[in-house]
């Protein structure tokens, strides 16, 4: 059985920092592209952050950017993402998601996890 299993939300003041983490089990994701993707209340899913297997690419949205750092443990298969600078608009449930191509849009990853809450309190 495939999972990934986001933790490291929670609930903190705006210019803080968190570090998700998103473990994989299941089977391997080698050759996979893995990204996080949020969703806010009454909002669509949005992409956040992805990157490439071998680590070389990375895609930020221009709201995060300058702002969170994802980056991956191939060896532990584990995803993260770095959240410094936190904003109350950041506030939203985050997914981390594997998929065959690196790409911003939802639909094109296969695997999902169960998401974690992440408030941010101005």
């Known amino acids: 059985q495939v999972q990934l299993v986001e933790s490291g939300g929670g609930l903190v003041q705006a210019g803080d920092s968190l570090r998700l983490s998103c473990a994989a089990s299941g089977r391997t994701f080698r050759g996979y592209a893995m990204a996080w993707f949020r969703q806010a209340p009454g909002k669509a899913r949005e992409f956040v952050a992805g990157?490439?297997?071998?680590?070389?690419?990375?895609y930020y949205a221009d709201s995060v950017k300058g702002r969170f750092t994802i980056s991956r443990d191939n060896s532990k298969n584990t995803l993260y993402l770095q959240m410094n600078s936190l904003k109350p608009e950041d506030t939203a449930v985050y997914y981390c998601?594997?998929?065959?191509?690196?790409?911003?849009?939802?639909?094109?990853?296969?695997?999902w996890g169960q998401g974690t809450q992440v408030t941010v309190s101005s």
């Open positions: 998601a594997a998929g065959i191509r690196l790409l911003t849009t939802d639909r094109e990853y296969g695997y």
């Open positions: 990157i490439s297997w071998s680590t070389s690419t990375a």
